[in-house]
């Protein structure tokens, strides 16, 4: 699905976003988070708080790259989790 239909039906509150999101990005950000983090426990849950996180930015935000404004947000989720762990 495409980055503008998956961002209206985030701004429309539809949950399907979420699932959508996930079909389009959610391996791409997997592997983003386990590198970092090399645990798959750790890395599904980077993922998770992305999606919980973009929920709750998304009205205001509009991203023009949503994978970008994903994988930022991963990325972040994921290097406070090492951090944490170091």
């Not at 389009?24 to 999606?51: C, H, M, P, Q, W």
Request: with cysteine.
């Amino acid at each position: 699905m495409e980055d503008s239909k998956i961002i209206e039906l985030l701004f429309a509150r539809n949950e399907d976003g979420i699932k959508h999101m996930d079909d389009t990005y959610g391996r791409r950000l997997f592997v983003l988070a386990d590198n970092i983090v090399k645990n798959d426990e750790d890395a599904e849950e980077s993922v998770s708080d992305t999606y919980m996180k973009t929920w709750q930015m998304l009205p205001p935000h509009r991203p023009t790259y949503l994978y970008a404004f994903l994988a930022k947000i991963c990325r972040h989720f994921a290097l406070g989790k090492l951090d944490w762990k170091n």
